[in-house]
C-alpha cells in the first residue's frame, strides 16, 4: 500500500463503490483562485480606504415626513394665498410638488374654506346621457374636468343604475 503521506490527496471507497476522488490545490496552480476570499492584507487595505464612519462628531438631521415641518412658514402662506385668489388643488400640485391630499389637508389645517365644484345641471345631463351611452366614468370626468367620485356621487344622486366596475357592458 501507498504511504499516507502520498494519498492525502486521495480518498478511496472499498468495493462495490470503487469511486475516487483527486483533491488538487488551488492557490497558484489553479484559476479558480479569484473564487476564494481575499487574503487579510488586502481586507485591510480596503478597510482603510473607508472613511471612519464610527468618529463622526456631526449627527445626521432626520427629515421629517410631516408636511408641516418640511415646508418653511412662508411658502405654506403663498400657496394659501394663491389657493384663495382662485388657484386649483391640481395647479398648485404641479407647481409646488405635492400631493393632492397634502395640500388639501395643509389648506384645512390654516383655516382656509375649501371650494367644492359641484356640477351644473346641464354637465349633469350630459353626464348622465354619457353614462347610459356606454362612457365610463373616468372618461366623462375627465371631459366635465371634475373628479371620478363627484361624477359617481352625482349619477347615483340621479338614480342612474351604475355597471360594475371593471368596464363590464350590458
Given at each position: 500500500?501507498?504511504?499516507?503521506?502520498?494519498?492525502?490527496?486521495?480518498?478511496?471507497?472499498?468495493?462495490?463503490?470503487?469511486?475516487?476522488?483527486?483533491?488538487?490545490?488551488?492557490?497558484?496552480?489553479?484559476?479558480?483562485?479569484?473564487?476564494?476570499?481575499?487574503?487579510?492584507?488586502?481586507?485591510?487595505?480596503?478597510?482603510?480606504?473607508?472613511?471612519?464612519?464610527?468618529?463622526?462628531?456631526?449627527?445626521?438631521?432626520?427629515?421629517?415626513?410631516?408636511?408641516?415641518?418640511?415646508?418653511?412658514?412662508?411658502?405654506?402662506?403663498?400657496?394659501?394665498?394663491?389657493?384663495?385668489?382662485?388657484?386649483?388643488?391640481?395647479?398648485?400640485?404641479?407647481?409646488?410638488?405635492l400631493s393632492k391630499t397634502g395640500i388639501l389637508r395643509l389648506l384645512r389645517d390654516e383655516g382656509v374654506a375649501l371650494r367644492r365644484?359641484?356640477?351644473?345641471?346641464?354637465?349633469?345631463?350630459?353626464?348622465?346621457?354619457?353614462?347610459?351611452?356606454?362612457?365610463?366614468?373616468?372618461?366623462?370626468?375627465?371631459?366635465?374636468?371634475?373628479?371620478y367620485n363627484n361624477v359617481r356621487q352625482r349619477l347615483i344622486k340621479e338614480g342612474v343604475e351604475l355597471r360594475p366596475r371593471g368596464?363590464?357592458?350590458?
Amino acid at each position: 500500500m501507498i504511504g499516507d503521506a502520498a494519498c492525502a490527496g486521495i480518498h478511496r471507497v472499498s468495493p462495490p463503490y470503487a469511486v475516487s476522488v483527486v483533491v488538487e490545490p488551488v492557490r497558484h496552480y489553479s484559476n479558480k483562485s479569484a473564487l476564494l476570499p481575499p487574503p487579510l492584507v488586502e481586507l485591510q487595505k480596503l478597510a482603510d480606504l473607508l472613511p471612519n464612519l464610527t468618529t463622526s462628531a456631526t449627527p445626521q438631521e432626520q427629515v421629517s415626513w410631516s408636511l408641516r415641518r418640511r415646508l418653511e412658514p412662508a411658502l405654506v402662506k403663498q400657496i394659501t394665498t394663491e389657493y384663495e385668489a382662485g388657484a386649483t388643488t391640481p395647479s398648485l400640485c404641479e407647481t409646488y410638488g405635492l400631493s393632492k391630499t397634502g395640500i388639501l389637508r395643509l389648506l384645512r389645517d390654516e383655516g382656509v374654506a375649501l371650494r367644492r365644484r359641484p356640477l351644473r345641471s346641464d354637465q349633469v345631463a350630459l353626464a348622465k346621457k354619457m353614462y347610459e351611452s356606454g362612457h365610463p366614468i373616468a372618461a366623462i370626468a375627465t371631459r366635465l374636468d371634475t373628479s371620478y367620485n363627484n361624477v359617481r356621487q352625482r349619477l347615483i344622486k340621479e338614480g342612474v343604475e351604475l355597471r360594475p366596475r371593471g368596464g363590464s357592458y350590458r
